[in-house]
């Protein structure tokens, strides 16, 4: 069994790490990592580290930890060192996969399960954009292995596991991070009962998990304010108001289309897999599998913030039911999956076809040659031919395998080129290099909540421009030291209701990357 994780590790490890510097940090809330991991490293500070100058406080350490821990040895933080964590914990998440399915429904459909995680088109991006999310599922999974013990028979090992392992995901990314305890509490009262649910209450390990998250959340709190501020700001401010309140029609619409097209290739198994998961509830296995996925999704769904990353924790979940289906289900079918067939041909055929009139409509001109897309294009095809061919003659475990290599070479061989486009897209090296040269005094209109628009900027530059946190502050930046403001281009398009200056007598340059540098002209 462990032999097998380790060739699935392997596997990830070849379609994961190759890319691992290739893509440049482009996204706000993953430079935020690096650059808070970069001032622990510069001053030598653990719960103190600062953002632009305030205390940092909206995430917990563990994370930025791994990052300066991974950029110790070179004394700086590269693009290699932020990402390596998660892509290791990306790593980690689909051999547990593996191990958890295996231990659920036997060793294919746990290989399977662990394939299906790591080709879906959510978690294969998302593995090299570092983020809390995906060491959060990592150790989220980790906590379901205990927790499978535990309904085992496993004692107090597999107790304190969960545990330790529930405590490590609150130290990456706070009340996310209970998720597992959530999955645990309805998988063991619906199956179990009390019985099930005294299973969890042993005081040992419960006191592992006080002790251990107050290790780290007391000096947290302490610093940097106060613990007031500390309740104020972070816990109700970042932690709690986003996800309550119920979520908005239009961001849940968003987020269910990112649903459907994350859990590509395998979206069109997903609702045959959960009712037929739903119909075999009364099964421990399957009902464990279910839990794994239904009970984030109710939490992900019903939040008021919607974001992509937030999906992360119901792919494995979800990867688990469509495993089992494919493994137990698909085969004792009485007839062929007919409209399976023609929707999967239908989507991949008729998807192959409309994606180079949609990247035209969206202005997106990938740097490769047409025969590299016209190719991958042609791959896409393929994919439908063989699914569909595996639903008609009713032989889906067959197919599956030769479905994964393909989507794998698809997802591989794609990413480099949207890596490129990204890259070129959006420059932020060059920002950077074109800042450095100025001579103004530079600042950048951080007026958000979170303090964090335009972060790349600050980790390409090596260091963080004045924070300017009101529409005051970069007026006096601008008028009383003639300096230079760095803004979004959007923003600037709406400079009047946060500049309260004649915008008429500004000068605004592009430097790239839809980045703005605003000033009054004078050198």
Not at 172 to 197: D, F, H, M, Q
Not at 472 to 487: F, K, N, Q, Y
Request: glycine share 10%; charged share 15%; with cysteine.
């Amino acid at each position: 069994m462990h032999r097998l994780a380790i060739l699935v590790a392997l596997v990830g490890a070849l379609l994961i790490l190759p890319r691992l510097s290739h893509r440049e940090i482009i996204g706000s809330h993953e430079a935020v990592y690096p650059v808070v991991a970069r001032d622990m490293l510069e001053r030598g500070v653990w719960f103190d580290a600062q953002l632009r100058g305030e205390p940092y406080r909206f995430k917990p350490p563990l994370y930025p930890w791994a990052i300066a821990l991974a950029s110790w040895p070179a004394s700086r933080v590269t693009v290699t060192s932020a990402r390596l964590p998660g892509a290791l914990a990306a790593i980690g998440a689909v051999a547990a996969t593996f191990l958890l399915g295996a231990r659920l429904f036997g060793r294919r459909a746990g290989l399977l399960a662990s394939m299906i995680l790591l080709t879906s088109v959510l978690f294969f991006d998302h593995a090299l954009v570092g983020i809390p999310d995906v060491p959060m599922v990592f150790f989220g999974l980790l906590a379901g292995l205990a927790l499978r013990s535990i309904a085992d028979g496993g004692g107090t090992r597999a107790a304190l596991g969960f545990y330790v392992a529930l405590a490590l995901t609150v130290f990456t990314k706070a009340i996310p991070g209970l998720l597992p305890l959530a999955v645990a509490l309805a998988w063991l009262g619906a199956t179990e009962g009390r019985a099930g649910l005294r299973r969890l209450v042993w005081w040992p390990g419960i006191a592992v998990f006080v002790v251990g998250t107050a290790l780290w959340v007391v000096p947290f709190a302490r610093t940097g304010g106060g613990a007031e501020r500390f309740a104020t700001n972070v816990v109700w401010g970042d932690w709690l108001r986003y996800h309550i309140g119920g979520p908005r029609l239009f961001s849940l619409g968003s987020e269910l289309a990112y649903a459907v097209l994350g859990f590509l290739p395998w979206t069109l198994l997903a609702p045959v897999a959960l009712v037929a998961a739903i119909r075999a509830r009364r099964d421990r296995a399957v009902a464990f599998a279910l839990c794994w996925f239904v009970v984030p999704a109710l939490f992900i769904f019903w939040v008021q913030q919607q974001r992509a990353r937030y999906l992360f924790p119901l792919l494995p979940g979800m990867a688990l039911l469509v495993a089992w289906w494919v493994d137990r289900e698909a085969s004792r079918a009485p007839r062929r999956h007919a409209g399976l067939a023609a929707m999967a041909l239908g989507a991949a055929v008729g998807g192959a076809i409309a994606v180079p009139f949609a990247l035209r409509a969206a202005g997106i001109d990938l740097p490769a040659p047409r025969w590299q897309i016209a190719l991958l294009l042609v791959g896409v095809a393929a994919l439908g031919v063989v699914a569909a061919a595996g639903f008609w003659t009713m032989r889906v475990t067959a197919t599956m395998p030769v479905v994964v290599a393909i989507s794998a070479v698809l997802l591989f061989s794609g990413g480099w080129i949207v890596d490129e486009w990204q890259n070129r897209t959006w420059d932020f090296r060059a920002v950077a290099r074109n800042l450095a040269a100025r001579a103004q005094p530079l600042g950048v209109a951080a007026l958000a909540f979170d303090n964090q628009e335009l972060m790349p900027v600050d980790f390409y530059l090596g260091r963080s421009p004045r924070a300017l946190r009101s529409p005051e502050a970069v007026r006096a930046h601008i008028a009383d030291v003639h300096g230079a403001v760095v803004v979004e281009d959007w923003r600037w398009r709406e400079a009047g209701e946060w500049l309260p200056l004649d915008v008429a007598n500004l000068r605004a340059e592009a430097v790239g990357a839809g980045v703005v540098v605003v000033s009054d002209g004078a050198r």
